[in-house]
C-alpha cells in the first residue's frame, strides 16, 4: 500500500513554461487535494475533488486548473508558471468528510519558478 | 484560528516539559477534530482525533482536550522530546482547510 504518490519531486521551471505535478493513490478514496505550502506558512487549498469527474476550486486556485478522470489520479496544472507560484504542493485524499475526513498526504513537489 | 498570510506561530519548549498546542475552530456544527504533525521536508501526518461527544482523548505522549463551549481545541504532548519538533494543525471533518499551524521547537 504505497498512499499518496507525487511526482516528481522536484522541478525547477522558467516563467512561462507549463508542468504537470502528478498525484495518485491506492487507497479509493473518493476525496483528493492539492495545497500549496509557502516557506513558513501553512497549507493553503487550491484544489478539490469528491469524486472522479467532479472538481471544485478551493481558496487559491488562479494559474492552476485539474482533472479527475480516473478515482485515482488527481494532476495538478500550471499552465504559464509565475515566479509567485513557487512553493511546495502536497496533494491528500481522504474518505470522505466529518468522521472520514482524516487525510493523507504525499511526500510533496518543490517546485521553483525562475 | 486562522493566521492566513501570517508565518506560522512559534512555541518553543525545553526537552522534557509538557507542550500544550491550541486551536480556535468556527463551526459549532463540527463533529470532528484532527490534528496533524508536519515534519520538515515531510508532509503532515495524522497523529490523533476527537469527535464532538467526547471531551478528551488520549494517545502515546499526547491528549486533545475539546471544549465546545467556547469552540475550542488544544493538543497536549507531555515529556517533549526533539523528535516532536515540527508544525502541529488543527483540521475539523466538515472543513477542507486547515488551521494555520503551530510550529514547535524543541530545547535541548
Known amino acids: 500500500n504505497a498512499g499518496v504518490t507525487q511526482t516528481p519531486k522536484f522541478r525547477i521551471l522558467k516563467i512561462g513554461q507549463s508542468m504537470t505535478l502528478q498525484c495518485t493513490q491506492d487507497m479509493n478514496h473518493n476525496y483528493m487535494y492539492w495545497y500549496r505550502q509557502d516557506p513558513g506558512m501553512g497549507l493553503k487549498l487550491i484544489y478539490y475533488?469528491?469524486?472522479?469527474?467532479?472538481?471544485d476550486k478551493g481558496e487559491v486556485p488562479n494559474g492552476y486548473n485539474v482533472s479527475r478522470s480516473t478515482t485515482e489520479d488527481f494532476p495538478l496544472r500550471l499552465e504559464l508558471a509565475a515566479p509567485s507560484q513557487t512553493s511546495v504542493y502536497f496533494c491528500?485524499?481522504?474518505?470522505?468528510?466529518?468522521?472520514?475526513?482524516?487525510?493523507?498526504f504525499g511526500d510533496g513537489t518543490r517546485l521553483s519558478i525562475l | 484560528g486562522e493566521s492566513v498570510g501570517l508565518h506560522l506561530p512559534t512555541l518553543s519548549v525545553q526537552e522534557g516539559d509538557n507542550s500544550i498546542i491550541n486551536c480556535a475552530y468556527s463551526n459549532s456544527a463540527s463533529d470532528y477534530f484532527i490534528w496533524y504533525k508536519q515534519e520538515s521536508g515531510k508532509g503532515p501526518q495524522f497523529i490523533i482525533d476527537i469527535r464532538s461527544n467526547m471531551d478528551k482523548r488520549q494517545g502515546q505522549r499526547v491528549t486533545v482536550l475539546l471544549n465546545k463551549t467556547v469552540k475550542h481545541l488544544s493538543l497536549q504532548i507531555a515529556a517533549t522530546q526533539p523528535g516532536d519538533s515540527a508544525v502541529y494543525f488543527c483540521?475539523?471533518?466538515?472543513?477542507?482547510?486547515f488551521g494555520g499551524g503551530t510550529r514547535v521547537l524543541v530545547k535541548p
Open positions: 475533488s469528491v469524486g472522479a469527474g467532479i472538481t
Open positions: 491528500a485524499s481522504s474518505l470522505g468528510t466529518g468522521p472520514k475526513a482524516t487525510q493523507h
Open positions: 483540521a475539523e471533518g466538515n472543513k477542507l482547510t
